[in-house]
């Protein structure tokens, strides 16, 4: 590993590291058919599935168990055929170890599938109706984000450019490899059904060049000119979205905009891959294929494994695990999560479970030498950042632009001093949004509470007023009563 | 000497104006101390609200840590705004609690109206004889419902920690 010198640099985003790769490419295997599925019923920030089966119910493998009402959210599919034994909460694949309602699903062997309606001749379409088709079949960004694929291909602006991100650019990770070797005619088809829906003029898959094999697939799958292949250098993170943007156009997108915004969509190889089986094959999204890697694994493999597989069934196919197997991390090694046992099921932004030993060095006070600077490709300051956020001072750390931080790990891995810089900005991110959201309501309470007084000094003002019109009636009455008199 | 003489009086009358047009309104260490109070409205400072708190501690009369939800953190704010020590919250008003909301148990409930004044900020609704329901979503957690209750009705349930509302800093 070295530090990626702007010597060498051609067309590139700032910083970024030259990794070690670590990929073993293996043939796709399928695991046997696991006795449980479970799917969770949370997707992602504040979205939720809505179950629409009973416990008790049989099920065929694509049909639609939970339901999701907005183009933000996607339904969740039967991934084999059973029955439905409990919706209840267990642990899920999320980093705070919490549970949460997930639907148990029990195989039973025969893995029956609804029958599909393909639509092979997409061009002939509407492509709302594809977008519909695409939402419906359960499509998630399949790179790791897991943003629902079908409001990502409604922007609001015209699109030039659709990038497929082949680029893979973690290490340890080579499920979006293995599927180019395998099935790159399929990739291909994918891309163009997207670029149709985008009505976009150019059509570009990057590929790391660290992944020859895989680029000639894709090379030998193209006919003429559809679309173009083009290789990037292998930096990690070249494949975070902007930065990919960045090294393929030149143009840098800011942090507060969307690359939609700017004529440029990216979609992961894999989910062009889940657009061409649910376009043109009618399956929804119900496999994904996923690396199971690290040292603490007899045999490293790629798998196709069922949505909702618990990971110990996976860790089985690959012959269990050796005495190293201490941690178990889902995604890879630079922004993968840890989970808490085996029994968490794998989700549609499982891409990679990396099991190995504990390596949580003794970190030291930071030297101040400028390394993680010079390795950020969101061009921060993260020593200042980290001096911020570890003394709480967090409008400074406002004022540094934390926000920017896409928490790629590159600066942990050159810190001289071992200083876990991520975790100590996803924490202070996390401050400062909770403090917003605090304010935010405590201007709601202040609003209502100053309501509430002006109400109850208007009530009191009209009682004084009826008060002084009564007395009023009375001096009057007791006016004409005492002039009767008198007359 | 006349250039500046008159150049002098100019710029004097430029600030004169400025301070009339630009004049600050009302009292900003108010609205500042104010701001860093957490609007729970509970008056258990003794206050009626977090505003005449906010008014005392401007006017000396009050101490900065007489506010149990706002906790410590919420003391250290208020004496880096005020540039006084920070000090441990007084006991005498009360402990900091996990934040939690009110919720009424509806099969108890006998329509008495009793907790809907108290509400400082019009959480509770409900008629006479009619069942009465906290919307949780405005409740600030005060507590001042519970004890005009007559039937014990009403309880604190604490805030429930999902993956939705899970952050980071949070993280063991």
């Known amino acids: 590993m070295f530090k990626f010198s702007w010597l060498t640099k051609k067309q590139s985003f700032p910083g970024g590291l030259k990794l070690a790769g670590h990929k073993q490419v293996t043939q796709i295997i399928e695991p046997a058919l696991p006795k449980e599925l479970i799917y969770p019923l949370f997707l992602a920030a504040d979205r939720y599935a809505k179950p629409c089966v009973n416990v008790g119910d049989t099920v065929l493998k694509g049909q639609i168990i939970a339901t999701a009402d907005s183009l933000l959210a996607t339904p969740i599919h039967a991934t084999s055929s059973g029955t439905i034994v409990a919706i209840e909460k267990r642990p899920i694949a999320h980093p705070s170890g919490l549970s949460d309602s997930c639907i148990i699903l029990q195989t039973d062997e025969l893995d029956e599938a609804l029958p599909t309606e393909p639509c092979i001749a997409y061009t002939e379409q509407n492509r709302d109706f594809l977008r519909h088709k695409i939402q419906q079949s359960g499509i998630v960004g399949l790179g790791g984000a897991a943003f629902p694929t079908a409001k990502k291909l409604q922007p609001s602006q015209a699109i030039h450019t659709l990038i497929i991100n082949a680029a893979e650019c973690e290490p340890y990770i080579s499920c979006d490899e293995i599927l180019m070797i395998e099935s790159a005619p399929e990739i291909i088809q994918g891309a163009l059904i997207i670029q149709y829906i985008l009505q976009a003029e150019h059509c570009i898959i990057a590929i790391e060049d660290s992944k020859p094999e895989a680029y000639s697939a894709l090379l030998s799958a193209t006919e003429s000119n559809q679309l173009q292949i083009k290789q990037v250098p292998s930096i990690y993170p070249t494949g975070g979205e902007k930065q990919l943007i960045q090294v393929i156009s030149g143009v840098q997108i800011p942090v507060k905009n969307l690359p939609s915004e700017y004529g440029y969509i990216c979609q992961n190889v894999a989910t062009a891959y889940a657009v061409y089986q649910a376009i043109n094959l009618g399956l929804p999204l119900t496999e994904r294929i996923i690396t199971l890697t690290g040292d603490g694994i007899k045999q490293n493999q790629n798998l196709r494994a069922r949505i909702g597989t618990p990971v110990k069934d996976l860790v089985a196919a690959c012959q269990g695990y050796t005495p190293q197997a201490e941690q178990l991390i889902m995604g890879g090694p630079m922004m993968g999560i840890a989970l808490a046992s085996d029994d968490i099921a794998v989700i549609k932004a499982s891409n990679c479970l990396l099991i190995n030993q504990v390596n949580k060095p003794i970190s030291q006070a930071c030297i101040r030498c400028g390394d993680c600077a010079d390795v950020c490709p969101s061009e921060l300051l993260p020593q200042q950042l980290y001096w911020y956020s570890h003394t709480q001072q967090w409008d400074n750390c406002s004022d540094y632009q934390l926000a920017d931080c896409i928490e790629c790990g590159c600066c942990d891995v050159i810190c001289p001093s071992k200083i876990p810089l991520v975790q100590a900005f996803r924490v202070a991110k996390a401050e400062i949004q909770q403090q917003q959201k605090q304010s935010a309501s405590a201007a709601l309470a202040k609003k209502r509470f100053d309501n509430h007084q002006q109400r109850l000094q208007r009530i009191e003002q009209e009682k004084l007023v009826k008060q002084d019109k009564r007395k009023a009636a009375i001096e009057k009455m007791k006016a004409a009563a005492a002039k009767r008199k008198l007359s | ?172």
């Open chain 2, 1 to 172: 000497m006349l250039i500046l003489c008159l150049l002098f009086g100019f710029l004097g009358l430029l600030l004169g104006v400025a301070a009339k047009k630009f004049k600050v309104q009302g009292d900003p260490l108010v609205d500042q101390i104010d701001a860093l109070l957490p609007q729970t409205q509970c008056g258990q400072c003794n206050y009626i609200g977090c505003r005449p708190y906010a008014e005392a501690i401007a006017n000396n009369e009050a101490d900065i840590n007489q506010c149990p939800p706002n906790g410590e953190a919420g003391i250290i704010a208020l004496a880096n705004l005020l540039g006084k020590e920070a000090k441990p919250l007084n006991s005498e008003f009360g402990e900091q609690k996990a934040a939690a909301v009110a919720f009424i148990i509806e099969q108890d409930c006998i329509g008495c109206v009793k907790c809907i004044p108290p509400c400082p900020v019009d959480a509770i609704l409900g008629a006479s004889k009619q069942m009465h329901t906290v919307i949780s979503s405005e409740c600030t957690g005060c507590e001042l419902c519970i004890s005009p209750c007559p039937v014990d009705c009403i309880v604190m349930v604490p805030v429930e920690t999902t993956p939705e509302h899970w952050h980071w800093s949070q993280h063991v």
